[in-house]
């Protein structure tokens, strides 16, 4: 509830106590995301809970009535609510075609004053990219809200397809207390993820705290080229005002560029990276040291790799050629050819650490989320969903053990891991979700170039809620097959295929 989290953070603000130093405070009894969840009103305050937060910020009579009457009043956020609606649309819903955005006339400005609209801007920027040594760098503040994503999205997968080597970046807000604003956000910007040169950025504010950029919800895009071997720069800023028509103004003095560099560069400085591409060497260590620290929760179709049995891959590696094997490795090191024996110690250490992800599956809560037609593709073909392309299929007895593998454990009440399947996702990404941590979004082969390693990796615990929410309250319920059907339609794809 929204009045009780700003009671709660007022009274931490006037002690000059530190939200996140709540944990320490309170004897590390709780993290960081189950205090926030008790201050939203999300998890119901207990007497004790109450009692801790009484002493730690010194309530008055008066404000213990206060928080007294506010936890009576708290009830599930209805931004909640519609996170949940949000995402569940995203993932079980076919993706809805996209309408055709009219035309938008904006005030121009080169030298005078004209109207022109945003296609005949775009297109003055794409006529660019036909000049000799064209690179672009493209800042965007914003534009996250309705169909001025559509019209910046559009704009920059077009402009990224006609000149890959350019640059975006994209600065966004994810706000303290709104579950539903963070989610759209979210949501909305991942198709640009699958572009390897888009990179996001973003800051964390309170709802209510209104905060105004200079150039807000604009596009800075400077251009350069060469013209009759005379290096040339060409700079436009196109603002979506507020209840008013889009301005862009178009210049190539050097002064004015600075100008604008400068100030769209102290901006940046309030908002970290998202990391938005990674190797996968770097890739797989996080997520190692992740794995050893935090519960897991998993969106994909099928297995992960890192959820096949060490007998499976052993059997895999010691029965594929020696060519399959080097290409393989080529592939995953996107390197030369590699002779046998390097390639043989590559796939060693990649076991190495494949063996202690598992590992920490058994000392840690592990939630996978697959689909029965994501199964039932890797049962007939042998091939996960991430499966690198020179990689052979699995064999029938390796998917036999694979899929028994996870229905035995989903059947132990005794190991922590546990299995939700679901009919069909519409997946386009995975979800990795590590509680009292943050989310890990990649995209799926059909995507990216498998050599992308493009992921998204946001620390928020707002976004962070909404996931553990739907998750734990939501998709079990409405979505999940029960244990007994799961384990039948294991069955029929092991007796069928294997």
Request: glycine share 4%.
């Amino acid at each position: 509830m929204q009045d009780l989290y700003k009671f709660l953070t007022s009274k931490c603000k006037e002690r000059g106590i530190k939200i996140e130093t709540l944990p320490e405070r309170f004897g590390f009894k709780y993290s960081r995301t189950t205090i926030y969840r008790y201050m939203k009103g999300i998890l119901r305050i207990t007497k004790d809970i109450q009692a801790l937060f009484v002493e730690l910020l010194e309530l008055d009579d008066y404000e213990k009535a206060q928080f007294a009457k506010l936890i009576s009043l708290s009830s599930f956020d209805e931004t909640m609510l519609a996170a949940r609606s949000k995402l569940d649309s995203f993932l079980f819903e076919p993706p809805s075609v996209q309408k055709a955005l009219p035309e938008l006339e904006c005030v121009y400005y080169d030298q005078d004053k004209y109207l022109r609209t945003t296609d005949e801007i775009f297109g003055m920027i794409f006529d660019l990219s036909r000049q000799n040594e064209f690179l672009c760098e493209v800042k965007v503040i914003g534009c996250t809200q309705g169909d001025t994503l559509a019209y910046v999205s559009g704009f920059t997968h077009k402009l990224l397809d006609l000149s890959p080597s350019s640059r975006v970046e994209h600065l966004i807000t994810l706000y303290e207390a709104d579950f539903l604003q963070n989610t759209v956000f979210l949501l909305d910007i991942l198709p640009l993820l699958v572009q390897g040169t888009y990179k996001v950025f973003y800051n964390e504010l309170p709802s209510d705290k209104n905060v105004k950029a200079m150039f807000e919800n604009s596009i800075l895009v400077s251009c350069q080229y060469v013209v009759d071997q005379t290096p040339r720069k060409r700079c436009y800023v196109l603002s979506f005002l507020e209840h008013a028509m889009p301005e862009c103004i178009v210049f190539e003095d050097k002064y004015m560029l600075s100008f604008w560099m400068r100030s769209y560069a102290r901006l940046r400085q309030h908002y970290p990276q998202a990391l938005t591409r990674y190797s996968l060497s770097i890739l797989e260590d996080d997520l190692s040291n992740l794995e050893s620290a935090y519960d897991e929760f998993l969106i994909k179709p099928n297995p992960c790799y890192n959820k096949i049995p060490m007998d499976a891959y052993r059997h895999f590696f010691d029965r594929i050629s020696s060519d399959e094997l080097r290409g393989f490795v080529a592939e995953m090191i996107h390197g030369g050819l590699p002779d046998e024996a390097e390639a043989r110690a590559v796939i060693d250490s990649m076991l190495s650490g494949m063996e202690t992800r598992l590992k920490y599956t058994y000392t840690h809560k592990h939630l996978d989320i697959y689909s029965k037609e994501g199964l039932a593709e890797f049962a007939e073909t042998g091939r996960i969903s991430d499966h690198f392309n020179k990689l052979p299929s699995f064999d029938k007895a390796e998917v036999r053990g694979i899929l028994t593998y996870i229905r035995d454990r989903n059947r132990n009440p005794d190991d922590p891991y546990t299995l939700y399947l679901v009919d069909k996702l519409q997946y386009r990404y995975y979800f990795v979700i590590f509680k009292e941590h943050g989310i890990f979004i990649e995209c799926n082969k059909n995507l990216a170039d498998r050599g992308n390693n493009i992921c998204l990796h946001i620390d928020n615990c707002n976004l962070l809620e909404v996931f553990c929410d739907y998750i734990e309250n939501h998709l079990p319920v409405n979505h999940a097959l029960s244990d007994e059907k799961a384990t039948a339609f294991i069955d029929e794809l092991i007796e069928k295929h294997c």
